[in-house]
Nanobody, 125 residues
Framework: QVQLVESGGGLVQAGGSLRLSCAAS????????MGWFRQAPGKEREFVAA????????YYAGSVKGRFTISGDNAKNTVYLQMNSLKPEDTAVYSC??????????????????WGQGTQVTVSS
């Protein structure tokens, strides 16, 4: 059974940086795309960033574009989210997800079929 495990969350001051990791394990794993989503208390889950398995295409939410960078290491079955210039409004539980079927849509939760448990990111002002 495929498992996605996030790590790297924590508490950081505004303007600081964090790097999240998402490691996939458990059997043969092949995905068309990997994505990061986040959910703040009392809010709906929202898309953050996505990357194709080849790494040739990345896509970002407008609120993080220019500050966050998604990347992947296929040899390690790991995806990263480098977060710079963090703001208090970035505070949320960040989850990674894998989509194993073809879709041209990257920012909908419905196009991902495996999810990690999430890691907390807290940005203090």
């Amino acid at each position: 059974q495929v498992q996605l495990v996030e790590s790297g969350g924590g508490l950081v001051q505004a303007g600081g940086s964090l790097r999240l990791s998402c490691a996939a394990s458990g059997g043969t794993f092949s995905s068309y795309r990997m994505g990061w989503f986040r959910q703040a208390p009392g809010k709906e889950r929202e898309f953050v960033a996505a990357i194709t398995r080849s790494g040739g295409f990345t896509y970002y939410a407008g609120s993080v574009k220019g500050r966050f960078t998604i990347s992947g290491d296929n040899a390690k079955n790991t995806v990263y989210l480098q977060m710079n210039s963090l703001k208090p409004e970035d505070t949320a539980v960040y989850s990674c997800a894998a989509g194993t079927f073809y879709s041209a849509v990257y920012d909908y939760t419905e196009t991902y079929d495996y999810w990690g448990q999430g890691t907390q990111v807290t940005v203090s002002s």
